[in-house]
């Protein structure tokens, strides 16, 4: 089984068009959506929830009104001001830090579980898919994205296919490094910007730093030519693998309107056979 994700150095890239167009093409394949802050791989591949389930990512503090002797001590220590002067614990400010389970003379202070987020396991029209959101305002994205991908992992060893495509999230922070850990190739999506280029040197020293092999795709690629080129020519110098190109095409942008990836709603666009391409050859350099 070939498991590999789809990242960017930053949102906006198109690399969740890329991710949901490879769902297409695959053949015998898990997906899974690890951008658990903002996820929208949903929209375009239109799941059937099978089975929801609760994530509990950070305990917060309770204080047990019965127990308590209101000595004010919590409310002195707490930085957050999470406390009310009734000795109620505000779940949105407090960030269970413990320093008022630790600080309370009577233990009246627990720490419980919240509710976080939730994950799911759906049914598409292309395959089984594994995907998950956070609470507004919720921390602890990258534990959610470990538990995704366990789940995923599970799932595809368990219906022994022959992919697990991971749509992750953009950037470089903690959701990123729990989708890279662990994987043996990513395919990363830039735009020729010179800050897309920058972002680009960044996830690709991250991809080096968990021993993944990254391949790149350059998306409208036809906006600017020279900084395409300039990307070409650096990737050499980075140790990353050009994949292919995709020009600037407005065909997808129709697709996205009705939900649909664009290779599925137009199959013989410029970008359709851009992205067919482009999966042919990541197919060959990761098989061979």
């Known amino acids: 089984m070939i498991e590999f994700a789809i990242v960017s150095g930053k949102g906006g890239t198109g690399k ?65 001001d999470a406390i009310s002067e009734d000795y109620v614990v505000d779940p949105i400010s407090c960030e269970g830090c413990e320093v008022c389970f630790y600080a309370c003379p009577v233990k009246a202070i627990e720490m419980r579980d919240t509710v976080s987020g939730y994950w799911f396991v759906s049914d598409t029209p ?36 022959n992919y697990l495509i991971v749509d992750g999230p953009p950037g470089t922070g903690c959701p990123v490094n729990s989708t890279l850990s662990g994987l043996k190739y990513t395919v990363i999506v830039t735009e020729p910007t010179q800050s897309g280029l920058h972002d680009l040197e960044r996830i690709v020293n991250l991809a080096h730093h968990f021993n993944v092999r990254p391949f790149v795709v350059i998306n409208k690629h036809d906006i600017n030519e020279e900084v395409s080129l300039s990307i070409k020519k650096r990737l050499n110098e980075i140790n990353a693998n050009f994949l292919g190109s995709i020009p600037f095409d407005r065909t997808v942008n129709d697709a996205l309107k009705i939900g649909k990836p664009v290779v599925e709603f137009a199959p013989e666009s410029e970008a359709s056979l851009a992205i067919k391409e482009i999966w042919e050859r990541f197919k060959k350099s990761v098989l061979a």
């Open 16 to 80: 969740t068009t890329l991710t949901a167009s490879f769902a297409v093409l695959a053949e015998n394949k898990v997906i899974a959506d690890c951008d658990v802050d903002a996820p929208d791989l949903h929209l375009l591949l239109k799941p059937e929830i099978k089975q929801k389930s609760e994530f509990h990512g950070m305990k917060r503090a309770y204080i047990r009104k019965d127990e308590c002797i209101e000595c004010g001590i919590c409310r002195d220590k707490c930085r957050f």
């Open 126 to 161: 292309y395959g089984p898919m594994v995907h998950g959101i956070l609470e507004i305002g919720e921390e602890n994205s990258g534990k959610l994205v470990t538990v995704i991908r366990k789940q995923a992992l599970f799932l595809a060893q368990k219906q022994n296919v």
